[in-house]
């Protein structure tokens, strides 16, 4: 494997302290980015260092990630379900192959990244040959930026969710747009698609891209009902999003998602009701407001905050040890059952 990160003493202590009694014995991980070197190689490097979380890793193969679950969670199996690095640059289809070829050998479940001008019929063929069992369009496709000012239709437009609502397949559904899952526009479009493509499975990444509790609160209180989506925990660390999420959706709507390799890193966030800013130990080009060298040390793994987040905020509310289950592995594996 190789290596993404050094498991320190400090990991593996705030691990036996905060983690290893409370996480369940089953892990799936609904939203991991998958490929080899080969599928980015041709990605310009301004192209990474244009945004944090590509800069602190994109690049996973499954092998390591499989690896990687049994180092970080030794007491669980972990499962994986994956997608390509959705970055318009890169080697999609190659990539796209990988995945169906290591999802043949039962290592993972995959979704195939898609583009907004591939035709139909490669969209199929891949549902139908490949096996994939869901899509993951991206803003990137079109704009090249994760968060831009476009419209979900934009890239991923109407006839391509009619094929994933005609086959009853899954969208992992990253959302535009600054104001995130917030902003009138993008609730007006899941709802349309809601009312249009009944039949196939929405799950929205990041709870909406949610990683301060506004964004949430005012994007459930938009919607009206969440009924009928499904959101994933990955990358989401803030405690407030996590007692709005469940307080207000069903344990049965919320999936376990990591987002690696982009959460293996040493660090930490703060924030406001809006805004948020990383704090890492490791010296990535974005990262300018260091601490003390003595407060660095005492940083774990991302990934291990954002599951002892997770964890306090199961037990600040009061879910049972099966809601637990449910978020961390039952939810996805009926889920993706029944897309299959």
Same mark, same amino acid.
């Given at each position: 494997?190789q290596?993404y990160?050094t498991?320190?003493?400090?990991?593996?202590?705030?691990?036996r302290?905060?983690?290893?009694?409370r996480?369940?014995?089953k892990?799936?991980?609904?939203?991991?980015?998958?490929?080899?070197?080969?599928h980015?190689?041709?990605?310009?490097?301004?192209?990474?260092?244009?945004?944090?979380?590509?800069?602190?890793?994109?690049?996973?193969p499954?092998?390591?990630?499989?690896?990687?679950?049994?180092?970080?969670? %030794? *007491?669980?199996?972990?499962?994986?379900?994956? @997608?390509?690095?959705?970055?318009?640059?890169?080697d #999609?289809r $190659?990539n796209n &192959?990988?995945?169906?070829?290591?999802?043949?050998?039962d290592?993972?479940t995959a979704?195939?990244?898609?583009?907004?001008?591939?035709?139909?019929?490669?969209?199929?063929r891949?549902?139908?040959e490949?096996?994939?069992?869901?899509?993951?369009?991206?803003?990137?496709?079109?704009?090249?930026?994760?968060?831009?000012?476009?419209g979900?239709?934009?890239?991923?437009p109407?006839n391509?969710?009619?094929?994933?609502?005609r086959?009853?397949?899954?969208?992992?559904l990253?959302?535009?747009?600054k104001e995130?899952?917030?902003a009138?526009?993008?609730v007006?479009?899941?709802?349309?698609?809601?009312?249009?493509? %009944? *039949?196939?499975?929405?799950?929205?990444?990041? @709870?909406?891209?949610?990683?301060c509790?506004?964004? #949430?609160? $005012?994007?459930? &209180?938009?919607?009206?009902?969440?009924?009928?989506?499904?959101?994933?925990?990955?990358a989401?660390?803030?405690?407030?999003v996590?007692?709005?999420?469940?307080?207000?959706?069903d344990?049965?709507?919320?999936?376990?998602?990591?987002?690696?390799?982009?959460?293996?890193?040493?660090g930490?966030?703060?924030?406001?009701?809006?805004?948020?800013?990383?704090?890492?130990?490791?010296?990535?080009?974005?990262n300018?407001?260091?601490?003390?060298?003595?407060?660095?040390?005492?940083?774990?793994?991302?990934?291990?905050?954002?599951?002892?987040t997770?964890l306090?905020?199961?037990?600040?509310?009061?879910?049972?040890?099966?809601m637990?289950?449910?978020?961390?592995?039952?939810?996805?594996?009926?889920?993706l059952?029944?897309?299959?």
């Amino acid at each position: 494997m190789q290596p993404y990160y050094t498991l320190t003493e400090n990991d593996k202590s705030f691990y036996r302290k905060y983690l290893q009694s409370r996480l369940p014995s089953k892990i799936y991980d609904i939203h991991v980015h998958l490929n080899l070197q080969e599928h980015v190689s041709m990605v310009p490097e301004e192209r990474w260092l244009s945004d944090w979380a590509m800069e602190i890793g994109h690049v996973l193969p499954v092998d390591d990630v499989l690896a990687c679950g049994e180092q970080l969670f %030794p *007491d669980s199996h972990y499962a994986v379900n994956g @997608f390509p690095m959705p970055v318009k640059e890169a080697d #999609l289809r $190659e990539n796209n &192959r990988y995945l169906a070829e290591e999802q043949r050998r039962d290592n993972l479940t995959a979704f195939m990244c898609i583009m907004p001008d591939w035709a139909d019929e490669e969209i199929e063929r891949g549902l139908v040959e490949d096996g994939f069992l869901g899509v993951k369009p991206y803003p990137d496709m079109v704009s090249g930026e994760k968060g831009a000012d476009i419209g979900i239709f934009d890239f991923m437009p109407p006839n391509q969710w009619d094929i994933i609502n005609r086959h009853r397949k899954a969208v992992m559904l990253h959302l535009p747009r600054k104001e995130r899952f917030s902003a009138d526009q993008n609730v007006k479009e899941l709802k349309e698609i809601r009312r249009n493509y %009944p *039949d196939l499975v929405i799950i929205i990444a990041h @709870f909406g891209r949610s990683f301060c509790p506004f964004f #949430l609160e $005012e994007g459930l &209180r938009k919607l009206g009902s969440a009924e009928g989506f499904f959101f994933d925990t990955s990358a989401v660390l803030n405690p407030k999003v996590y007692d709005i999420a469940f307080t207000r959706l069903d344990p049965e709507q919320i999936l376990f998602g990591t987002d690696m390799p982009i959460t293996l890193f040493h660090g930490k966030r703060e924030w406001t009701d809006r805004t948020y800013i990383n704090l890492s130990s490791e010296d990535f080009s974005w990262n300018t407001d260091r601490r003390s060298p003595e407060e660095e040390a005492t940083y774990t793994l991302f990934i291990y905050e954002q599951l002892r987040t997770i964890l306090d905020a199961i037990d600040r509310n009061g879910l049972t040890g099966e809601m637990k289950e449910c978020i961390f592995f039952r939810n996805a594996e009926q889920l993706l059952q029944g897309v299959q």
